[in-house]
């Protein structure tokens, strides 16, 4: 849904000025569905931080030998690092754009102006260094979501010769696509400037 809206602005400011003053004021999604986003991002960091204790408290002491790559990847090795810097990106991602938003509805009490959105997206996109942190930090994304995606069926036990190489590739194709469909967004408003 994010993405989708976002495209929205490659196509024409009138197009996502229209879908994000949807957005931004429906009670609904305001309400409901961003808390229950916001509270499910919270809860699968601080559920990622406390596996990768737990892994590293069932095994203290260390393999004699290890050859870590002949059984796992360095992205599933590496889910912590890339979870961590995702985290940053968020953190950054909601001062650009969400708390910019809180401070303009609820705190300043501003009236709706519909055509501000899309000039508020593409200004943000100016600086070469904020392109590039969005690029590398979707990149990460894509590398998290490639293991995240099919590690996540292999959790709840959804695991058969017949389903999981389809959900592999489904998993392929949505971190391959997702970021860079948001990788499209912010190079095409930096070089439109």
Do not use: C
Request: cysteine-free.
């Amino acid at each position: 849904m994010h993405l989708s809206v976002n495209l929205l602005s490659v196509f024409g400011a009138d197009a996502y000025n229209n879908a994000s003053q949807f957005m931004g004021y429906n009670p609904l999604i305001q309400f409901i569905m961003q808390p229950v986003l916001i509270i499910a991002v919270v809860f699968h960091f601080v559920m990622g931080f406390v596996l990768e204790i737990k892994n590293q408290k069932a095994r203290p002491i260390k393999y004699e030998s290890n050859n870590p790559s002949h059984n796992s990847t360095w992205m599933s090795r590496n889910m912590i690092i890339s979870g961590a810097v995702i985290l940053a990106f968020i953190f950054l991602h909601m001062y650009d754009f969400w708390f910019h938003e809180m401070n303009y509805k609820y705190i300043n009490g501003l009236p709706v102006e519909e055509s501000r959105f899309w000039g508020d997206l593409h200004a943000k996109f100016a600086d070469v260094w904020r392109v590039a942190l969005y690029v590398i930090s979707f990149v990460l994304l894509g590398l998290h979501l490639a293991h995240g995606f099919q590690s996540s069926f292999q959790s709840i036990g959804a695991r058969h010769p017949k389903y999981t190489p389809v959900i592999k590739a489904i998993g392929k194709w949505y971190s391959i696509l997702i970021p860079a469909g948001f990788i499209f967004i912010a190079i095409f408003h930096f070089v439109t400037q």
